[in-house]
């Protein structure tokens, strides 16, 4: 019989966070809710508290704390307010998984501190290992700490690697859809919209994750996800476009055999897989039909167009700080185009000169990290002005 998993959601007002809670009601008898956090939507955290009855909740946005003790004051529950809550948290919940499903560099300081106490963790959050992949993995190690991701080529990979040895991997090749920009020219890219860059052909994600899409940003950081989760050299790593979305991402071994993990793109699937891994558990997830996919179609990305996957690869080879300094100043440029203070190609020449302009550090300590991101944040805003 599976053992109750005890799970502490932290983003738990977003997509991912509102997948998360739904596999949690449908497998009531196998997942208790200890902790819920939310970034600034108080009324979707107070329901969702209601709901499940976690023992902790935190909204970070400190100015909504007093609406939401109160709204919860009659319930046997915790209320904190502030980022450093979550990070708080993370010492006293009796939660033995951490689902980390909060946008960006935010995801960081609570991932460490899950981690210090040996907190499983169901990794959402790719920023956290973009950022500061070589010290997640060395704490990792020290504290034996297991990361299951969630994002779903890494599930992909991660499950095609079941069973078999690391050291026979020849190459990964992570797929991307290309998103809904796929084909298309600078000049073509130059006047896109907001409303286009949201339309993702398969997903349904978050703001950012979907804009990041649509730059191939995503698929850059996952390739320096990809690098830390699975310890390959960076040459190692392929991307191929595939705009169906239904191979996740395959591993090819050193005897030339591939794998590929398919599936209809859910992100309930790869949650599911973390919160239960190693075991599987039965799902009424919609089937896929092979007879509905007559063709499965392969290509190139286009780096030059979209810079910034080309720009990823380049932060990933030079190490040290540097791909922090490309995830803040992503973070700050997709927020500008979001507020429509930059354009769509904007995004990627604030992300190249950050990279050119912030201070190098080769070997970074997990202040220089923090120093890094508030630095760069500093040098994109003025950039745009
Ligand atoms: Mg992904």
Redesign the pocket.
């Known amino acids: 019989m599976t053992i109750k998993k005890k799970i502490a959601i932290l983003g738990s007002t977003g997509s991912i966070g509102t997948q998360a809670l739904e596999i949690a009601r449908t497998q009531k008898d196998k997942i208790e809710v200890e902790v819920l956090t939310a970034n600034t939507n108080a009324e979707l955290l107070i329901a969702q508290a209601k709901e499940f009855n976690p023992n902790h909740v935190v909204i970070a946005d400190t100015s909504k704390y007093l609406q939401v003790k109160e709204a919860l004051a009659s319930e046997d529950i915790k209320v904190f307010a502030g980022n450093n809550s979550i990070a708080e948290i993370m010492e006293i919940t009796s939660a033995d998984t951490v689902l980390t499903a909060m946008v960006g560099y935010s995801g960081l300081l609570p991932t460490i501190k899950a981690i210090e106490n040996k907190k499983r963790i169901a990794l959402a959050n ?1 920023e956290t290992l973009v950022v500061a992949g070589e010290l997640i993995t060395k704490l990792c190690s020290t504290h034996q700490v297991n990361i299951i991701p969630v ?4 599930s992909a990979i991660f499950q095609c690697l079941v069973g078999e040895d690391l050291n026979t991997i020849e190459k990964i090749i992570l797929t991307a859809s290309g998103g809904p920009f796929r084909g298309k020219k600078l000049d073509e890219l130059a006047n896109v919209t907001k409303a286009q860059a949201l339309k993702h052909p398969n ?1 349904s994600m978050g703001a950012k ?1 979907t804009i990041d899409s649509a730059t191939l940003m ?1 698929k850059g950081l ?1 390739v320096i996800e990809a690098k830390w989760l699975f310890g390959v050299k960076d040459t190692q790593i392929e991307v191929v476009i595939h705009p169906q979305s239904i191979i996740h991402s395959m591993v090819e071994f050193t005897d030339g055999s591939i794998k590929a993990q398919m599936g209809l793109p859910d992100m309930k699937l790869p949650i599911h897989y973390a919160f239960f891994y190693p075991e599987r558990i039965k799902t009424d997830f919609t089937r896929m039909n092979f007879k509905n996919y007559s063709t499965l179609t392969f290509e190139e990305p286009d780096m030059q167009t979209f810079r910034n996957l080309k720009l990823a690869y380049e932060a990933m080879n030079k190490g040290g700080n540097m791909a922090c300094i490309l995830n803040a100043a992503n973070e700050i440029a997709v927020d500008a185009f979001l507020k429509d203070k930059i354009n769509f190609l904007g995004i990627m020449k604030l992300n190249e000169k950050c990279m050119q302009k912030v201070s190098f550090i080769a070997k970074p300590t997990l202040e220089d990290y923090i120093e890094t991101d508030i630095e760069t944040r500093k040098i994109a805003k003025d950039l745009i002005g």
């Open positions: 790719k994002d779903s080529e890494h997903w994750i995503n996952e």
